[in-house]
């Protein structure tokens, strides 16, 4: 833990929202219980801070865990008014953020604390896919409260100060804190249980801010980031940008602003948010190394979902040629492509698929191509689109012919030449109407915006 002094519930709070704007609820709710001599015990607020506000002017709802009162413990009451600000969230179609620093559950009120787990619970699922849900852990979450984050949409963490746990390091068999520190920011996210890593609290809010900011209220609204960027901004060197997927969202987004999320996990696929010309959207793409894996599958695959409950277009970059070739990928590698292929294929929402080097095989098909019902199909010149790769695919089709030949590797080569013009070059898969246009790298932006504004989402 570390030993710089941290924000109190309310500075957090304050930290976040527009000045003046925060309206305490519930400042006078406290504990009912007496067991153990409880009511000797003063307990300000019952631990939680709840409340509305406002962020650049967006009305957000929000709690702050009280780590001063009972160590933020959650009992009876401390559940009952969170519960009830989710409530007022979802009547009002606002989104909810929730500071946690906790000790976990209120021991001294038995069930009365574990029904109140339940009802933290109920509210979170029912706001599910109604208003985004963003949860940011600035000290303890541990046991019940963890599962309670990661009910949440999306999951900061503050690395200096927070620690994610269902059950603590020492608690788990062969381990010690010492070994590894199983709640600390680094393991978690590369377990895919958090979203963003931030380095301190100040970070933290920092993200929120700009999530809010991306982020329709509602599942019924849309939302408008404002932006000075160019709509016609020209892309110069986007080919070198396309081999680096969060550096070529970078550059497509407006101002250059991607929020990626879960960096750390299954890294094979980069996933976050963005605006084009005003219009957020969710962007999915492909890294260089061009490999569908389990972990990457499923990062995008909860992804879309999430893009598709709350109404934002969906972008991606396709640059696929195989799948993780492990012994254990190939236990979890086809269901979980499955998936993913069945959340693009179900999203009502416009869905934009630009192919910025390779898309072969059935990886291809799953990454949001046209025959899983994208809207518009876009390839940079130069990319590919084909069964495999032509070399490949020369020394299937051509073995006996090739195998005979004074060079073989001569042979190859102009087998797969030949295989690669009939086959692989995106134009082929354009004259089959699989590929819509054919644009140049520096253009992808504005191509991209012109789709928006032809889905009507400005």
């Known amino acids: 833990m570390s030993n710089s002094a941290k924000m109190s519930a309310r500075e957090r709070i304050e930290s976040l929202v527009d000045a003046n704007s925060f309206v305490e609820i519930g400042g006078l709710i406290t504990k009912r219980n007496t067991d153990f001599n409880m009511q000797e015990k003063a307990v300000p607020a019952d631990g939680v801070i709840t409340g509305y506000g406002t962020v650049d002017s967006n009305l957000v709802y929000i709690y702050s865990q009280d780590v001063t009162a009972m160590n933020g413990s959650v009992g009876e009451m401390h559940a009952k008014k969170i519960a009830s600000l989710y409530d007022m969230a979802i009547k009002a179609g606002a989104p909810m953020i929730g500071f946690v620093d906790c000790a976990g559950i209120r021991v001294q009120e038995a069930v009365d604390a574990l029904a109140g787990f339940g009802e933290i619970y109920m509210a979170k699922v029912k706001a599910s896919g109604v208003i985004p849900q963003i949860c940011a852990i600035m000290g303890s979450c541990g046991g019940g409260v963890a599962i309670s984050s990661k009910l949440s949409d999306i999951t900061l963490m503050d690395a200096e100060n927070g620690h994610l746990f269902v059950n603590s390091p020492n608690a788990i068999a062969g381990n010690r804190v010492e070994k590894c520190d199983t709640g600390k920011a680094a393991f978690q996210a590369e377990a895919g249980n958090v979203d963003i890593v931030c380095e301190n609290e100040s970070e933290v809010i920092a993200n929120i801010r700009d999530l809010v900011s991306v982020l329709p209220a509602n599942a019924g609204a849309g939302a408008v980031v404002e932006t000075n960027d160019d709509m016609n901004r020209v892309l110069t060197g986007f080919d070198g940008y396309a081999v680096d997927a969060k550096e070529a969202l970078t550059q497509i987004a407006d101002d250059t602003k991607f929020i990626e999320l879960k960096a750390d996990y299954g890294k094979e696929m980069v996933i976050g948010l963005l605006s084009l010309d005003g219009t957020p959207v969710g962007a999915i793409a492909n890294t260089k190394e061009g490999i569908l894996s389990t972990a ?76 899983i019902g994208a809207d518009l199909v876009l390839a940079l010149e130069g990319a590919k689109v084909g069964v495999m790769d032509a070399k490949v695919a020369a020394q299937i089709m051509c073995e006996d012919e090739v195998s005979g030949a004074a060079d073989v590797k001569k042979a190859v080569e102009e087998k797969a030449k030949e295989f690669e013009q009939m086959q692989c070059d995106a134009k082929v898969a354009a004259g089959r109407g699989y590929v819509d246009n054919i644009i140049k790298g520096e253009d992808i932006r504005k191509h991209l915006i012109y789709a928006m504004q032809m889905f009507g989402m400005r």
């Open 296 to 371: 990457g599958c499923k990062k995008a695959e909860q992804f879309t979902y999430f893009c598709d409950v709350f109404g934002l277009p969906i972008i991606t970059l396709t640059n696929v040629k195989e799948y993780a070739a492990e012994m254990e990928e190939e236990k979890t590698i086809s269901q979980a492509v499955a998936d993913l292929t069945y959340a693009f294929a179900s999203a009502d929402v416009p869905r934009i698929n630009v192919i910025t080097g390779e898309a072969y095989g059935s990886a291809y098909v799953a990454m949001n191509s046209k025959h």
